[in-house]
Nanobody, 128 residues
Framework: DVQLVESGGGSVQAGESLTLTCAAS????????MAWFRQSAGNEREGVAF???????EYAESVKGRFTISQDNAKNTVFLQMNSLKPEDTAKYYC???????????????????????WGQGTQVTVS
């Protein structure tokens, strides 16, 4: 079973940057779509970005141009570089993995549930 552990969250001022890291317990890049989701208080979980097996990426409109998702395949690690942070980016951020191709991964990011998905415990990001 894939285990995912997020780190890198914290409290920052608006305009600053943070990098989130997701460490996977096994090789995921060749099998899984890797994604970041977030959930703020009182709101539903929303997809932030994904990177698929080919390295293709997609972002939510709200973060496009500010956030970058990447992966280090040798280290089974996925990153989310977050620049120009805004107070509305405040949320708990979750790393997730699902055995999906790109079209299905895009739907997963938009809220369509995926089978056999795996989730980390989340890391809090607070922007003031």
């Amino acid at each position: 079973d894939v285990q995912l552990v997020e780190s890198g969250g914290g409290s920052v001022q608006a305009g600053e940057s943070l990098t989130l890291t997701c460490a996977a317990s096994e090789h995921t890049y060749s099998i899984y779509c890797m994604a970041w989701f977030r959930q703020s208080a009182g709101n539903e979980r929303e997809g932030v970005a994904f990177i698929d097996r080919s390295g293709a990426t997609e972002y939510a409109e709200s973060v496009k141009g500010r956030f970058t998702i990447s992966q280090d395949n040798a280290k089974n690690t996925v990153f989310l570089q977050m620049n120009s942070l805004k107070p509305e980016d405040t949320a708990k951020y979750y790393c997730a993995a699902a055995p999906l191709g790109r079209p299905a991964c895009a739907l997963w990011l938009r809220g369509i549930p995926a089978d056999n998905d795996h989730w980390g415990q989340g890391t809090q990001v607070t922007v003031s």
